[in-house]
């Protein structure tokens, strides 16, 4: 600790603290406009200088000068104080003073400065300037007219999001922030930019003219996309949810988004929400009264059995997936429950509970910059999970924390500073885990010995055999063992969900086993973390809802309502026609089941087909729990009354309940106590960033079960995952997200393309042996010759026409 | 055999640019033609020297025989063979054609060691640079002394940083040496960017080697085993020569993982910079060097704790590691018997503007500024009026008339209003206007700011916006406080060096030429009768002599003037480009 004064205050700060922080700490209000504590410390804007007794004749930027024992700091003197007003009288002379039409009218550093040193006159005078506006895309605004270069946007597209779409350009007062070559933006639209920028140089789009700042209620929130657990904050007028709102001191990520968690908000306050429940009456779906839609639900539901089902979404709250898993298993009486198709979770709900013996990763996001090593295994974290991937970009670049990583395909990942790729076939991976388990037990590098099984079963997986079958080289797939094995703390990072069911429980096992042998489990830093893909995939899963005992999973749902043995089935948020693989056969089961039932946001692809529909809320009009991927479990409340007559899926499945005569939990408090998992933590007390589910680690070695995945000669290798703009299929009723990534399409390598003179965007045809659909394609160095990639998420040219789930897919693309 | 006679060929950029490449070439032609060396009964032998520091007279020739060295100033191809005919083979030196004595004047008026090899040897040659003790210093360092006794020796010989701040070199090596860390790095500042400044690339064009000896002692003294040289790339000759210098070092194994045998590990290599004024500041040249935009960071963290990729770095500007190896070959105390008190040997001048003879000139500290004027340049050109030298170039300040007798050292400079700076001085005459002088260093501060801080880019941009209003006729009351007050806060706030001392030479006209800004700005007059909108474009009669220079000069027959008479301007047809003005000894044209 170091000591010092600021204004006659004694303050005793950490000795990597700056004057800025010290002054913080002792109460004392400094000026800033170009520092943020997410990033390197800068120094341009002049405004956080003060006088230190001990460095006189000059002014001492408070924000990065480093504090000192006995340092005698102040920080208002009157050469100070005339030195931040120059600094203000200067950024006002170009600086359009268009506050009235300015969206950051009222959010404004600039404007707040200015107010409060009161700069009400210019003894200068020059021209404004004459940028041009940058509108090329459809979600930043860039306007140059209002910049004060503070540098916070190139700072913090390099240091956090590592994309470096921005930079300086230019010299002297001419200097401008430019992109690559001064064309449109080119970067992943996450906004982190606009939410760091101290005046109106950066904007939203989509916000335009939608509201004064002040006129917004800010309510805070949990993003419902991806497993990451985002906090969010909504800015709400006239009950409708207009913006998120940059709130540098919420959550783990500090306020950082992605495109979806920043722009994906369109769906709520969608034009397209359903607005009250529907029912097929003469084969044409009608607007119907909730009472007469819950009462033809809960007759067909009555008595059902095991003839009815459950597929739900792991958006719901955990309180949700309480009362709809009481309402099939005891109201109706049917095991039959399940969600993310099935397989989507089963990495974690199969591979990590019977490896860790919990359904759960042992490692927590905050791990990763506390770690030595990340192995990141068949992840495109940056697209999947996008705010992970800031912090695996600052654990690499600011920590110079190792990075390998095992892919198929390259990404945003291998390009960060001293990243190690190690570059797979299609479909091998956890023969590669294997291969680095069987080097970690011959080179004598295994903490805990291997059971007699398991040393067998990896006999087989010598580096020289996998070298072969992966196509990565024995001696890299040592080295990585070796790495692996030499780190201290070291995390593993896999990505599971409905995209991606080669993340499934043997790969889990295999990396578990990693982790077992290299005895990287229970100690911070270090482990495994599973990346699920929704907002409360792992909620689902402590809430349990998936099949019960003698219940069906959700592709042997779809197999019963195909063979008739399933008669009721009740989608909850599911989107399975677009979203499930194989889509004839979904729809086929759709078609057959007898009656059928979805309650969702919109009149998707699935609920077109329903016999009743019931519109539910969004999560920004409801209360309860969701469970990040690592079972950080947080608190929302409703942002905005409910759209519509639409109803939150708690009151409804509660009012089933009692339809069929139960008693369901009167407040999401007394639902959420029912969740064992939970036990010892307390609704009521969870606040801000929510608390941690403990997980208790029992692990066990799995031999796991390699199936070797070829794909014919000449065909393409398909692999399907998420695209960076999309989470599953809500963020496609977001006009943002949407703007900037709005069609399907494959990626294919470089030399394919030239190959088969494919252009960037040219449509082409992809032919599995269960179908064809014609998409665009787009040509990425990512990716390997023969490998191709598509995203999910999009209803027309849906890949689920030619994808059925397996982890690779054979295909032949045309022109 | 007897000794050869030598023929030294300037060919520093300002030699090549007058044609030296050729004139040596017509000597090679020549000498193999009339097989002179049997002729003679001596070798003749063609050396390519570096810069001598008259660049303004080139080509200088020097040919060096029995008789002593004979000079030759502006030298033409065409004249080559008169000159073979009748030094070399005659033996008798051509008089008419010699230099005049001003030659000998601004030679002997200075004391030249940082310099000594440059127009002397062969640049290109490491042969050359072995016969002058080279790499001497380097081997007594390595196997006569401990790392710390050479930093020791550094800091006793009292040598400062000569890139404009003066810091103390030894204790400036000793912060490294003492920083942890294995990797650390020694860095060249070779980005000189001053105007009119040309020292560093001289030494570079001319005595490449002892750069390197310079850097590898640093480097020895320090615990660094590599060091960049960050050069222009507007120095492409100084490049092509520093690089040859290198590539002979690690060919013949001065450079490399063990140089000379010795154990000792250094390797360095050339980093391009890109032309940025403020690449000079030494954070903003090691970002640059990493491949970042060049901009200054924030100090601390310094340099010789967390340098370049956050590793101790020791950055010196090519004449202060110049200076090393004869601080280390002759002793500290050698050294610090020369200059004054507080700055101990020599400094080199790059001396411009008005006066006789521009170049580089070597003094020892403390010269007076009025004798590097008066004695080694040989005065004001056109015997005009002595009215102001600026010093320390865009970052310095001006010194008047009333403090000629200024000695040139770090300190009395400061004390002066002005700077060392990296050595220039720009002499200004009664021709020459305060104003428009501060508007011209202030124009190219601006230019060269990065833009990162506020202070810098848009204060600089209004300080000379107000320059710009006063010398075209639209001063107003108050500018003049507007502009020590911005000048002033602009120079305390700023980032780094370049805006900290941008405003210096507004701020010294201020204070010793005050009356002109009035007049510029109360009377709109131009004193200087220099600020074109302010000028009447008339003869003032009782100035001219009638001698109708001014006539020779109009371009575009403006002028009227007949032998006898009074000239005449005519309004109607000038197109105000001051060429009569400059033409006019008598300052008869207002």
Not at chain 1, 688 to 703: D, I, M, N, R
Not at chain 2, 393 to 406: F, K, R, V, Y
Request: aromatic share 6%.
């Amino acid at each position: 600790m170091v000591t010092l004064t600021i204004d006659d205050k004694q303050v005793s700060v950490e000795k990597d603290a700056t004057i800025y922080d010290a002054a913080k700490a002792a109460g004392v209000n400094i000026p800033i406009l170009c520092h943020d504590k997410k990033l390197k410390p800068f120094g341009a804007c002049r405004m956080c200088l003060v006088e230190v007794e001990q460095m006189k004749g000059r002014l001492i930027p408070a924000c990065t000068t480093p504090v000192t024992e006995g340092m005698i700091v102040r920080s208002s003197t009157p050469p100070v104080e005339k030195a931040r007003k120059l600094v203000l009288e200067l950024l006002m002379l170009n600086h359009p003073l268009d506050c009235p039409v300015c969206d950051k009218g009222g959010d404004c550093e600039l404007q707040n400065l200015a107010y409060d040193h009161k700069v009400n006159s210019n003894r200068l005078a020059d021209e404004k300037f004459h940028h041009e506006i940058d509108y090329n895309n459809p979600l930043i605004e860039r306007d140059q007219n209002r910049c004060v270069l503070c540098g916070k946007c190139v700072r913090i597209c390099d240091e956090i999001v590592a994309r470096g779409a921005l930079t300086f350009i230019s010299r002297g007062i001419e200097t401008t922030i430019g992109t690559e070559f001064d064309g449109p933006l080119s970067c992943e639209f996450c906004g982190s930019c606009i939410s760091v920028c101290p005046v109106g140089a950066l904007l939203a789009r989509p916000f335009k003219f939608k509201s004064r700042f002040w006129a917004m209620t800010k309510k805070k929130s949990v993003c419902g996309y991806c497993g990451t657990g985002c906090n969010v904050t909504l800015g709400v007028k006239d009950n409708k949810v207009l913006t998120t709102v940059y709130d540098e001191n919420q959550g783990f990520h500090n306020g950082q988004l992605c495109v979806r968690g920043r722009f994906g908000y369109q769906f709520i306050s969608s034009d397209k929400r359903l607005k009250t429940p529907l029912i097929r009456k003469n084969d044409q779906l009608v607007e119907a009264g909730w009472d007469e839609a819950l009462a033809l639900v809960a007759e067909r539901l009555k008595g059902a059995g095991s003839a009815a089902a459950a597929l739900a979404t792991p958006r719901m709250t955990n309180e949700e997936l309480v009362l709809l898993k009481q309402l099939m298993t005891q109201q109706v009486g049917s095991q039959n429950i399940d969600h993310s198709a099935g397989y989507g979770h089963a990495a974690v709900s199969e591979g990590l509970g019977k490896s860790l013996g919990v359904a759960a990763s042992s490692a927590t996001i905050l791990d990763i910059q506390k770690s030595d090593l990340i192995l990141a295994i068949k992840t495109d974290v940056y697209e999947t999970h996008p705010v992970v991937g800031f912090e695996i970009n600052m654990a690499v670049k600011n920590k110079g924390i190792k990075l390998q990583i095992i892919s198929d395909k390259r990404g945003k990942l291998s390009r960060l500073p001293g990243a190690n790729l190690l570059l797979n076939k299609p479909g091998s991976d956890v023969a590669l885990l294997n291969a680095v388990a069987k080097v970690l037990l011959d080179e004598n590098l295994a903490v805990t010995p291997a059971t007699p099984e398991l040393a067998a079963a990896l006999n087989d997986f010598t580096p020289e055999k996998v070298a072969e079958l992966t196509g990565v080289a024995a001696d890299a797939i040592r080295d990585l063992a070796r790495a692996y094995a030499a780190a201290e703390k070291a995390i593993i990072l896999f990505t599971s969900g409905l995209a991606y069911p080669g993340a499934d429980a043997q790969l889990a096992h295999a990396a578990a086993n990693l982790a077992i042998l290299g005895g990287k489990l229970g100690k911070e830093g270090s482990g495994i973390l599973a990346l699920q893909e929704k907002n409360n995939s792992q909620g689902a899963l402590d809430v349990g809802f998936v099949p019960g005992q003698g219940g069906l999973d959700a592709q042997q749902i779809l197999a019963g309502c195909s063979a008739g043995s399933i008669k009721t089935l009740l989608i909850a948020g599911e989107n399975p026609v677009v979203s499930y693989p194989a889509q004839a056969q979904v729809k086929k089961a759709l078609d057959a089941v007898e009656f059928l039932v979805v309650a969702d946001l919109f009149l998707t692809e699935t609920a077109q087909m329903a016999d009743v529909v019931l519109p539910v809320c969004s999560y920004a009009e409801k209360a309860g729990t969701f469970t990040a991927t690592d079972r950080r479990v947080q608190k929302i409340s409703a942002a905005i009354p409910a759209v519509g007559q639409s109803k939150p899926e708690f009151q409804v499945y509660g009012e089933l309940i009692s339809l069929l005569g139960g008693q369901p939990a009167a407040t999401q408090a007394e639902a959420f106590a029912q969740i064992a998992a939970y036990a010892g933590i307390s609704y009521a007390e969870l606040g801000e960033g929510g608390a941690f589910a403990a997980v208790k680690l029992q692990p066990v070695q799995v031999v796991p079960k390699v199936v070797t995945v070829a794909v014919d000669a000449g065909k393409f290798a398909l692999l399907t995952g998420a695209a960076l703009y999309h989470c599953g299929t809500m963020s496609l009723y977001g006009e943002g997200t949407v703007s900037v990534c709005g069609e399907a399409y494959v990626e294919i390598s470089r030399n394919d393309a030239a190959k088969m003179n494919i252009s960037e965007g040219a449509e082409v045809k992809l032919t599995s042996s269960t179908g064809t659909v014609s998409v665009k394609a787009r040509i990425s160095p990512r990716m390997s010759e023969g490998v191709a990639f598509a995203p999910y998420h999009f209803a027309e040219a849906s890949i689920n026409t030619v994808w059925s789930g397996a982890a690779v897919t054979g295909v032949t693309i045309s022109k | 055999m007897a000794e050869a006679i030598k023929i030294l060929i300037c060919q520093g950029t300002g030699g090549i640019s007058a044609g030296a490449k050729k004139v040596e070439a017509e000597f090679n032609r020549i000498i193999a033609e009339k097989g002179l060396t049997a002729t003679v009964g001596k070798r003749c032998d063609v050396v390519k020297t570096g810069c001598r520091g008259l660049c303004a007279n080139d080509v200088l020739v020097d040919i060096v025989d029995d008789k002593g060295c004979t000079t030759y100033d502006f030298v033409q191809p065409e004249e080559v063979a008169k000159l073979v005919d009748e030094h070399i083979i005659a033996g008798e030196p051509l008089e008419k054609r010699k230099a005049k004595p001003y030659y000998n004047k601004f030679v002997d008026a200075q004391q030249r060691i940082v310099m000594s090899g440059c127009g002397q040897i062969d640049a290109e040659s490491i042969d050359a640079y072995l016969a002058t003790d080279g790499f001497k210093a380097i081997k007594k360092c390595i196997t006569e002394m401990k790392p710390a006794e050479v930093t020791e020796e550094v800091k006793k010989s009292g040598l400062r940083g000569r890139g404009g701040g003066g810091f103390p070199t030894g204790l400036k090596w000793s912060f490294c040496a003492a920083s942890p860390g294995h990797h650390k790095y020694i860095i060249c500042n070779a980005d000189e960017g001053d105007p009119g400044a040309f020292m560093d690339r001289s030494i570079l064009e001319g005595d490449p080697y002892c750069l390197i000896e310079g850097m590898m002692i640093a480097g020895y003294a320090i615990g660094a085993q590599f060091g960049y040289v960050y050069v222009r790339a507007e120095y492409p000759l100084a490049i092509q020569r520093l690089q040859k210098a290198i590539d002979t070092c690690y060919e013949k194994g001065y450079l490399g993982n063990d140089c000379m045998g010795l154990g000792f590990e250094y390797n360095m290599r050339i980093k391009m910079g890109a032309g940025a004024f403020v690449c000079g500041e030494e954070t903003a040249l090691m970002a640059s060097i990493e491949g970042e935009r060049g901009m200054p960071r924030p100090r601390p963290p310094f340099p010789a704790v967390k340098g370049l990729w956050q590793n101790p770095s020791n950055i010196n500007n090519v004449e202060t590691f110049a200076n090393v190896r004869h601080i280390i070959n002759n002793g500290s105390a050698w050294y610090a018997a020369i200059g004054t008190e507080t700055t101990k040997g020599t400094k080199i001048f790059a001396v411009t503007g008005k006066v006789k003879h521009t170049g580089l000139v070597e003094v020892p500290a403390g010269m007076k500024v009025r004798d590097v004027i008066y004695e080694v340049c040989g005065g004001i050109l056109n015997n005009r009026k002595f009215k102001a030298v600026q010093a320390g170039g865009p970052s310095g300040g001006c010194i008047s008339a009333e403090l000629l007798d200024t000695p040139v050292d770090y300190d009395s400079l400061i004390k002066a209003g002005a700077m060392m700076g990296s050595g220039g001085l720009v002499v200004m005459d009664e021709t020459t206007c305060m104003v428009d002088i501060s508007k011209f260093f202030l124009t190219f501060t601006r230019m060269e700011s990065c833009g990162k801080c506020v202070p810098c880019r848009i204060g600089l941009k209004a300080m000379l916006d107000i320059l710009i209003r006063i010398t075209e006729g639209n001063g107003r009351a108050g500018d003049i406080e507007t502009l020590i007050d911005l000048g002033t806060t602009i120079k305390q706030a700023s980032l780094c060096g370049l805006g900290q001392t941008a405003p210096n030479p507004v701020l010294s006209t201020i204070r010793y030429f005050r009356d002109e800004y009035e007049a510029h700005i109360n009377d709109k007059r131009c004193p200087s009768n220099s600020c074109k909108e302010l000028l009447l474009w008339q003869v003032v009669e009782d100035k001219c002599v009638k001698c109708g220079a001014c006539k020779k000069a109009c371009p575009v027959d403006a002028i009227v003037w007949e032998k006898g008479e009074i000239a005449y301007l005519d309004k109607e047809k000038c197109t105000k480009c001051k060429s009569c003005y400059d033409a006019c000894r008598f300052m008869a044209i207002e």
